[in-house]
């Protein structure tokens, strides 16, 4: 029986460290979801070497429903009976706008599919595949759907404003989130969905903010990787629904 987790957004940024972390941390083969699997394997083949021997490299957009399905049907044949002990669905962007003028109708549309619609559409194909297992290096016993929101996305926690088209999308994701684990929870699933708030990345995302952010605040994309990796081995059935930062403190929605 091997292990099997999935990585949407693999290619780069955050999805990327996720990946080659447990890639090393991991027995696990993972199926990566990329919007350009060609060139994706070119970049991922520098650092992985022979670790993308257990990758397999599955081309989705999360803005197009037909490739999320065509993905699932693949990686459902793939499986087999096994399960996708883990998905990690990290695709995102941001327009960063200051002031609500600033909100440009196509910029704002592209951040609701991207990231509001896309995870929403990969639970509809995918949370089907995800389910628990045994004991394994690095994983919970539970299956675990993960979505990377953002703190930003908590309307409790809006003390600033801004960013309107980025917090709204993350809060449509974060309820989103909370529905789903009511319907894992009624379908007797053996799994959980939560969101995840990575903190402050050194990314291509964060590149403009960077450095407005106190430098041990700002990670590195593999000590983010590593925080959230930590939180999701601990997580249990009773963490279904819960939106939790990288250091594994529940944040209010
Ligand atoms: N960086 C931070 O400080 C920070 C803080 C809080 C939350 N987050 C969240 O963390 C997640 C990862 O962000 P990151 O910082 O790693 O950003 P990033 O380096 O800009 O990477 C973004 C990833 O999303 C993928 N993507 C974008 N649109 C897509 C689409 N339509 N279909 C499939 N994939 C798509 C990109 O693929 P391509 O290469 O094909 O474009 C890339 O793999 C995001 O959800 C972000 O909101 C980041």
């Not at 990290?90 to 609500?100: F, N, Q, T, Y």
């Not at 003390?159 to 993350?170: D, H, N, Q």
């Amino acid at each position: 029986m091997s292990c099997n987790v999935m990585v949407i957004g693999a290619n780069r940024g955050l999805g990327f460290a996720l990946t080659k972390r447990m890639i090393n941390t991991t027995p696990c083969n993972i199926i990566a979801g990329v919007r350009d699997p060609s060139k994706a394997r070119e970049s991922m083949t520098a650092s992985l070497g022979s670790g993308m021997d257990r990758i397999m490299m599955l081309p989705i957009d999360v803005t197009n429903e037909e490739t999320i399905e065509k993905a699932a049907n693949v990686a459902s044949s793939s499986l087999g009976s096994e399960p996708l002990r883990l998905l990690l669905h990290c695709p995102g962007i941001l327009h960063a706008e200051k002031s609500i003028k600033q909100c440009h109708y196509e910029d704002v549309l592209e951040t609701y599919k991207v990231n509001a619609m896309g995870p929403l559409f990969v639970a509809k194909h995918f949370y089907s595949l995800v389910a628990g297992g045994q004991p394994t290096k690095g994983l919970p016993d539970v299956g675990v759907f993960a979505t990377i929101s953002a703190r930003t996305g908590s309307i409790a926690d809006n003390e600033l404003g801004g960013w309107y088209s980025y917090r709204s999308s993350k809060a449509a994701l974060n309820q989103s989130i909370r529905s789903l684990a009511h319907e894992l929870k009624y379908r007797k699933m053996d799994s959980i969905a939560v969101a995840l708030h990575p903190g402050t990345v050194k990314t291509d995302l964060s590149r403009e903010f960077q450095k407005n952010v106190k430098p041990e605040k700002l990670f590195s994309p593999d000590q983010s990787a590593g925080y959230l990796l930590e939180v999701i081995e601990k997580l249990k059935h009773a963490d279904n629904g819960g939106f939790f930062a990288y250091d594994g403190n529940r944040i209010p929605y």
